[in-house]
């Protein structure tokens, strides 16, 4: 409904140790979210108390049902991992399970010797999507947060289907916050490895509209409530090494920063 648009800027974040909601205009002036967030439109949310901010405390800002990854919707990097761009998107599922919150360290696992990092744009869903039209999409997204679609590349090369190149535990860090009703059609995306510039682009790049992506994602599954729609990645697409540290930045959002380390070691 229109004339429940908001238009100021919310940033909501989730805290550990219990997942308490929290939302404000900046990180500093947070207060308790008294509202389901994907119940209750954004400029109808009642808060509590003020929450202090504590980054080695943040969770994930949400707990997705479902993942879905869009694969080669930046022209650039399909053509740097020598693909045709392609006629459609490609679609695939990563888990659920390789969920973690910002901090948490990236493991590299014994199965693969080339991971690498995506710096992405996470589109979260405030309600059900079932073959919708970009403008019907629109309205059911709730906001965005940063991801790493982090990718055993050897294993994606010799294995048809994604699932397990995408999907080993730790493979998934989302957040700081979601920024909430952002224009969606002006944001940008920085990846940096070693704080080291690697990726930099803006949405105008990407081949389909990011309403287009998820209505494009609605038609192959619905889509639930709190699910995540990872919008591709753009050129500059790196190798990962123990001791490394990402960043996936999108103005307005924050910084999104895990550290990498090797699984088990
Ligand atoms: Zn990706």
């Not at 509202?35 to 400029?43: K, L, R, W, Y």
């Not at 998820?214 to 697409?237: C, F, I, K, N, Q």
């Amino acid at each position: 409904v229109p004339s429940e648009a908001y238009t100021g800027r919310v940033l909501l974040f989730r805290f550990g140790p219990e997942g308490l909601l929290a939302a404000g205009e900046t990180p500093e002036s947070l207060r308790e979210l008294r509202v389901d967030p994907f119940a209750t439109p954004v400029g109808r949310w009642s808060f509590g108390g003020e929450v202090a901010f504590e980054a080695e405390a943040l969770w994930a800002p949400i707990a997705p049902g479902k993942i879905v990854g869009v694969g080669r919707s930046y022209r650039e990097h399909a053509l740097e991992l020598g693909n045709e761009p392609p006629g459609e998107p490609i679609l695939f599922l990563k888990s659920p399970s390789s969920v973690v919150g910002p901090l948490v360290p990236v493991a590299l696992p014994p199965e693969s010797r080339q991971v690498e990092l995506e710096g992405e744009i996470a589109v979260v869903l405030r309600e059900r999507l079932c073959r919708a039209d970009p403008e019907t999409a629109r309205r059911a997204i709730l906001g965005v947060t940063a991801a790493c679609d982090v990718t055993a590349r050897d294993i994606q090369r010799r294995e048809p289907c994604f699932s397990r190149a995408k999907s080993f535990d730790t493979f998934c860090p989302l957040g700081p916050a979601v920024l909430c009703e952002p224009d969606l059609e002006a944001l940008e995306l920085i990846t940096r490895l070693n704080g080291v510039e690697r990726q930099r682009a803006t949405v105008s790049e990407m081949t389909w509209s990011i309403v287009e992506l998820v209505a494009l994602a609605s038609r192959a599954m619905t889509l639930e409530a709190g699910d995540v729609v990872l919008t591709g990645t753009p050129a500059g697409v790196a190798p990962l090494a123990a001791g490394d540290t990402i960043e996936v930045e999108i103005p307005g959002v924050g910084v999104l920063r895990n550290p990498v380390t090797r699984l088990g070691g």
